[in-house]
């Protein structure tokens, strides 16, 4: 890449770099007046490391410096520690510094295209490879190296150290909870098994069994509840059942009533013909015309007609009686299905609650029962370290402090003994402590 022509002063500023370069090149090193500082030391290019190598020459002709991009470029370090790159082909790092892989490169482009001074050749480490942190750490897994990175450090990204009595007591602590959640699902269960009980007898009101290993503020409340329940259920039952009976009733009236009407009905019906005969006389001796017949004939049809009205309303009304007496029994069958069910449902539940509650339990007895037998046991030792190293393609495994330096690719292994573990086997039985806490966990 040529520079722009209006940077005129950086020209400037380049050729003066580029006397002061061939004086150096001319006198072999640089006085010691001219070094600002040591180089750092020497550090290998570990695999996968990824890098950006950058090729500069001064072009003497042109008085200012030319960037190869079609050589530079991003990188990366294979796991056989080679670097391909273009027109070069494959470069070994082997045991090369950042230093001595610029020079190589330098060296190499000089004598591949047969320059006379060897370009200017930088490399940066764009990303190291990851370290793993592995052990007794709360969070082991793969981190970020940056030089200077220390086996301390490590420690603190993942997390610390992971303190199995902490995890302990954390998981004891979550069983008492767990044992507290299903003591209450018992409680609200046989609770809800009284009401249903009590909903089957028809009582008026409910028999709960009175525990003392609960809370009696907190049962106290799941009892109104359940009451505010049963009455809720049995006013109901009473809306429904009044419904039914007085619809009852009002059939039976009802049905009295067009009974007294068809009483009537049949009196009407029996004088009308007992008119009819009379007048049918009379008209065949010629007494009285016959249209008088003809009008008796129309009344008696018409009272038959509303006497079977009257016969077809009472028909009806007595079906519906029964099938409001149907209702009002089916009410009182369904409701004892529907409450059979929700006991048979419920008894099933309790059942898993209470096997549940015991498998807490001795998971929890066990726990406390390990407690007991570590005691003052359990007080850790110092943390160990261990880091394992990829050398010379050769992995290598070293004892570590805290301040160890680590490399990229390192895997470092934490290790936190045990007082405990160099003694003897404690008894692991429960005290009887251990069972009396464990029984009142959940309370």
């Known amino acids: 890449m040529y520079m722009n022509s209006s940077h005129r002063t950086l020209h400037l500023f380049f050729r003066a770099t580029a006397v002061i370069g061939a004086l150096v090149f001319l006198a072999g090193a640089v006085p010691p007046a001219l ?11 570990a695999p996968q490391t990824k890098i950006r190598v950058t090729i500069v020459q001064w072009m003497q002709s042109r008085g200012q410096y030319e960037r190869w991009d079609a050589l530079g470029g991003e990188y990366t370090v294979s796991d056989d520690g080679t ?71 490590s420690l603190a990204m993942s997390g610390g150290p992971r303190r199995a009595k902490e995890e302990q007591q954390t998981h004891s602590i979550q069983i008492v909870g767990e044992l507290r959640e299903i003591d ?10 009284a009401r249903l009980q009590a909903e089957m007898d028809e009582a008026d009101e409910i028999t709960f069994d009175q525990t003392t290993d609960v809370d009696q503020q907190f049962a106290a409340g799941i009892y109104n509840e359940e009451r505010v329940i049963f009455r809720a259920r049995a006013n109901a039952m009473d809306r429904q059942s009044r419904a039914f009976t007085e619809l009852r009733d009002l059939l039976i009236k009802e049905i009295s009533t067009l009974e007294e009407k068809l009483s009537g009905a049949d009196d009407n019906i029996k004088s009308v013909e007992d008119q009819l005969v009379s007048v049918k006389s009379l008209v065949q001796k010629g007494l009285t015309i016959s249209s008088r017949q003809m009008d008796l004939e129309r009344l008696l049809t018409t009272y038959r007609s509303d006497k079977l009205d009257l016969v077809t309303a009472v028909m009806r009304g007595r079906q519906a009686i029964s099938e409001t007496t149907r209702n009002l029994e089916g009410l009182y069958d369904a409701r004892r299905s529907e409450v059979a ?85 404690a008894d692991t039985s429960p005290s009887f402590e251990t069972q009396t806490l464990a029984d009142r966990a959940g309370q």
């Open 341 to 425: 069910t929700e006991a048979q449902s419920e008894r099933a539940s309790l059942d898993q609650f209470k096997l549940k509650r015991e498998t807490l339990q001795k998971l929890l007895i066990a726990d406390l029962g390990s407690n007991d037998s570590v005691k003052s046991l359990t007080d850790d030792l110092p943390l160990t370290f261990s880091v394992t190293r990829r050398t010379a393609g050769q992995i290598n495994q070293f004892q570590a402090s805290e301040t160890t330096a680590l490399a990229p690719g390192d895997v470092v292994r934490v290790i936190q003994p045990h007082i405990l573990d160099n003694s003897p086997r």
């Open 184 to 193: 209450h699902s018992i409680l609200r269960s046989t609770a809800r098994l």
């Open 35 to 45: 070094a600002d500082s040591a180089p750092p030391p020497p550090q290998t290019l």
């Open 83 to 153: 670097v391909l790159l273009p027109f070069l082909g494959t470069l070994s790092i082997g045991n090369l510094d950042n230093a001595d892989l610029t020079n190589e490169i330098a060296k190499r482009l000089q004598e591949k295209i047969g320059l006379v001074q060897a370009p200017a050749v930088t490399i940066e480490i764009l990303e190291y490879p990851p370290i793993y942190v592995v052990g007794d750490v709360t969070t082991p897994g793969q981190y970020s190296f940056r030089p200077g990175l220390t086996v301390l450090q």
